[in-house]
């Protein structure tokens, strides 16, 4: 099992911009993917962005797309960060990442095979 540690989340206004990390305990994320995901209070999980390690390739759910930017950190190799810009008051939830690895099986805009989670990090943006 992979241990995960979000960080980075806080309180923003609308139309702010945060940075969340997300740090394994593998050295190297060499064939996984890394995916971003969120809850709001009251409602389901949902997929935010991933991001397959080996190519780079990006995937982004609807509602973030061109606001949110997920990316690999190659120095470190096996930090994933989400940027967040043009923040709204529905982007409020707590985003979680996961890792699963990849192995040639799933599709990159595939939510599911996600086995490894971090703990969650609270984002707020308020009007």
């Known amino acids: 099992q992979v241990h995960l540690v979000e960080s980075g989340g806080g309180l923003v206004q609308a139309g702010g911009s945060l940075t969340l990390s997300c740090a394994a305990s593998?050295?190297?994320?060499?064939?996984?993917?890394m995916g971003w995901f969120r809850q709001a209070p009251g409602k389901e999980r949902e997929f935010v962005a991933a991001i397959r390690w080996n190519s780079g390739n990006t995937n982004y759910a609807d509602s973030v797309m061109g606001r949110f930017t997920v990316s690999r950190d190659n120095a470190a190799k096996n930090t994933v960060s989400l940027y967040m810009n043009s923040l709204k008051p529905e982007d409020t939830a707590v985003y979680y990442c996961?890792?699963?690895?990849?192995?040639?099986?799933?599709?990159?805009?595939?939510?599911?095979?996600?086995?490894?989670w971090g703990q969650g990090t609270q984002v707020n943006v308020t009007s």
């Open positions: 996961a890792l699963r690895w990849n192995g040639g099986i799933w599709t990159l805009n595939t939510p599911s095979g996600y086995a490894d």
């Open positions: 593998e050295r190297s994320l060499s064939g996984y993917d």
